[in-house]
């Protein structure tokens, strides 16, 4: 393990020089309910000088589905599904096809879950679960402690005084109703931010650390394992992906809690990494960065799951072909990155189809093109980020 990782006074130093060299970014787009700093470079003027340099075809033999070109390397390809796979047929039908797992993308939130406080309703999450069942799939929970997705009554009913119980039966509630159905559990989303955060850790201020401090989290996962002692306990995070100024200090930080988290016992098994990509920062992925990181992780004895893939194309000033070239280049590159590492045994992309993405709403493009972020488009037709990603499963080494 490259104990140089950790989170010493040179590297609090060096993030605090990251955090000026950033000065210039400007806040430019939601992540969900978080802001994400987007750097002018997210925003190329046109892809045309690099249209050359993009393969043109994705070549893939077969027609077979992704979750079988997964499962043939012993990986598991799958997604999150939003609430209109109840109602939409053709999106049912291509998600089944194509999909060996099923995460909720929101309907295990505490929003979806908890309309008051005394009250659980598991109505929708159960019909998520009942879909993966009946479709051979595994099924994911996401997510048990995040700041966002709260429902309204949070801010006045939960405090300083009774934090720990809310948390304590909110997580035992919950992984006992799908105990023995659950691949795995997000248990903790989204704790660190060590770009903006003031605190040596780059914890992120939540609620949950303002009321309980730094070991809510040890608390979350010994809850979880009590409630379910079987299922895979995983910490999610996002910002992991790039030679930025925003993710270089995340992953030191990450890492850094992963380790706090297993010299102190917490049944910790998996990190998430969301990689919510982008066509216009491929020249800033660097492979050897990211290998360095998924082999420090490995390295505490953890697994890995992608857990939230899409590459955006807001930012891509070109025609349709291009940016789907932009995009399928950069899934393939990161994917034959990520799936070298053994202990990566997951890829969940964040929707199926260009259709249902979060990114329509959170990060619109300029000129009201619709975005192409993922591997179906929107009449669920396979694109060349389809192609990418089988491709790169099939090269994947077996597991
Ligand atoms: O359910 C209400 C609906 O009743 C209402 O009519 C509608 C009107 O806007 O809002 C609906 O709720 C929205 C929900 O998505 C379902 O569409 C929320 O406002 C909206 O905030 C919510 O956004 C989700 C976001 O997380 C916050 O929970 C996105 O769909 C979801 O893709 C996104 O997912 C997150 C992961 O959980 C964590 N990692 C980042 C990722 C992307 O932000």
């Not at 099924?139 to 966002?148: A, C, E, N």
């Not at 100024?245 to 297993?262: C, F, G, M, T, W």
Request: one cysteine or more.
């Amino acid at each position: 393990m490259n104990r140089g990782r950790y989170l010493t006074r040179r590297h609090v130093l060096w993030m605090s020089l990251s955090c000026l060299g950033c000065a210039g970014t400007t806040i430019a787009h939601s992540e969900g309910c978080s802001t994400s700093l987007t750097s002018s470079s997210d925003r190329s003027p046109t892809a045309n000088s690099l249209n050359s340099e993009l393969p043109e075809r994705f070549p893939v033999s077969g027609r077979s589905p992704l979750r079988s070109r997964a499962s043939a390397r012993g990986l598991i390809y799958g997604a999150a599904a939003s609430s209109k796979l109840v109602s939409d047929e053709r999106y049912a039908a291509a998600f089944a096809r194509e999909c060996g797992i099923l995460v909720p993308e929101n309907a295990l939130k505490w929003q979806a879950l908890r309309p008051s406080p005394e009250v659980y309703d598991f109505a929708d999450s159960d019909w998520f679960a009942e879909f993966a069942r009946d479709h051979d799939m595994l099924f994911r929970g996401h997510t048990l402690v995040w700041d966002k997705a709260l429902p309204d009554w949070f801010e006045e009913k939960v405090n300083r005084r009774n934090a720990e119980q809310f948390l304590v039966e909110h997580i035992t509630t919950v992984v006992r109703h799908y105990a023995g159905q659950m691949h795995s559990w997000d248990v903790v989303n989204e704790a660190v931010a060590a770009e903006r955060s003031d605190r040596h850790d780059g914890l992120h201020s939540s609620p949950w650390l303002q009321f309980l401090g730094k070991d809510y989290i040890d608390l979350a996962f010994q809850v979880a394992a009590e409630a379910d002692p079987e299922t895979m306990l995983v910490y999610n995070d996002r910002w992991l992906d790039y030679d930025i100024s925003r993710d270089n200090p995340q992953r030191i930080a990450v890492l850094n809690l992963l380790e706090y988290l297993k010299a102190k016992g917490t049944p910790v098994h998996a990190l998430g990494i969301q990689a919510h990509l982008n066509a216009s920062r491929y020249e800033q992925f660097n492979p050897e960065q990211v290998r360095g990181f998924l082999r420090d992780v490995a390295s505490l004895g953890l697994k890995i799951l992608i857990t939230e893939l899409d590459v955006r194309d807001s930012y891509v000033q070109d025609t349709i072909e291009v940016r789907d070239r932009m995009v399928a280049r950069m899934y393939e590159e990161y994917l034959s990155v990520v799936l070298d590492e053994p202990a990566v045994i997951a890829v969940l992309t964040w929707g199926l189809s260009d259709r249902y993405t979060w990114l329509s709403n959170f990060a619109p493009r300029d000129d009201g093109a619709d975005l192409r972020p993922l591997p179906l488009d929107r009449n669920f037709n396979r694109k060349l980020a389809w192609n990418a990603i089988a491709r790169a499963l099939e090269r994947a080494p077996r597991r």
